[in-house]
């Protein structure tokens, strides 16, 4: 399995306060990803990254930041976390040999906005 | 939106080989075919990609058709723990966003 290592695992706060979510790997790959599961829409890409101080929108950045300040870290931030933002979030990975390079994924976040 | 079509659910006899189709007919020619997996609530699992000749792994066969418009994710002798949602996805994985759409739940049976 790929060295990809999400913390915390499960999280339960309120909403209006600040959550920051990590994503750790030992892989020392290029391509950083953070995507949100929810129920009928499968999984969809919030930010990802292209290397160190390098990210992007996805297709559901609204109300989320990111940052990659070293290879091996992402941090995933909910400013202000919305009931909206209860979710399982995934980090993935993936390497820059070549654009046929798989995603690997953690095991998820499960983050609960109340 | 999703560039593949999956059925939505199918079941497989333990010990028997799984057959999971797959129609991509407007992928391109850059793009690859990838298959994921997830167990209930784990992370997307990923099993294998291709682009045009068929692959085989550890895990998992994968035939995709002359023409590139479909596939097929085969899984030589289905245990209860390949019980699943699979996903056929279609595009270049690094560096882009995969595209997962209601995939294909497998309930394997004994």
């Known amino acids: 399995d790929a060295g990809i290592t999400q913390s915390p695992r499960h999280k339960v706060t309120e909403t209006g306060t600040p959550v920051t979510l990590r994503c750790h790997q030992t892989?020392?790959?290029?391509?950083m990803y953070w995507y949100r599961q929810d129920p009928g829409h499968g999984l969809r890409l919030i930010h990802y990254?292209?290397?160190?101080?390098?990210?992007d929108k996805g297709e559901v950045s609204d109300g989320y930041s990111v940052s990659r300040s070293k290879t091996e870290d992402f941090l995933l931030t909910l400013e202000s976390a919305t009931s909206s933002q209860t979710s399982v979030y995934f980090c993935?990975?993936?390497?820059?040999?070549?654009?046929?390079?798989?995603?690997?994924f953690g095991d998820g976040t499960r983050l609960s906005i109340l | 939106d999703a560039k593949t079509t999956q059925p939505p659910s199918m079941d497989c006899a333990e010990g028997r080989a799984a057959n999971l189709p797959c129609n991509h007919s407007?992928?391109?020619?850059?793009?690859?075919v990838y298959w994921y997996r997830q167990i209930h609530s784990q992370g997307p699992q990923y099993i294998i990609h291709?682009?045009?000749n068929n692959e085989t792994n550890e895990m998992a066969s994968l035939i995709i058709t002359e023409d590139r418009k479909s596939s097929t994710l085969i899984l030589p002798h289905a245990t209860l723990r390949d019980t699943a949602v699979y996903y056929c996805?279609?595009?270049?994985?690094?560096?882009?966003?995969?595209?997962f759409g209601g995939g294909t739940r497998v309930l394997v049976k004994p």
């Open positions: 990254s292209y290397g160190v101080k390098d990210t």
């Open positions: 291709g682009l045009k």
């Open positions: 993935a990975i993936s390497s820059d040999r070549g654009g046929n390079q798989p995603q690997h």
């Open positions: 996805i279609v595009g270049e994985a690094a560096g882009n966003k995969l595209t």
């Open positions: 892989e020392n790959h290029r391509y």
């Open positions: 407007t992928i391109s020619g850059n793009e690859y």
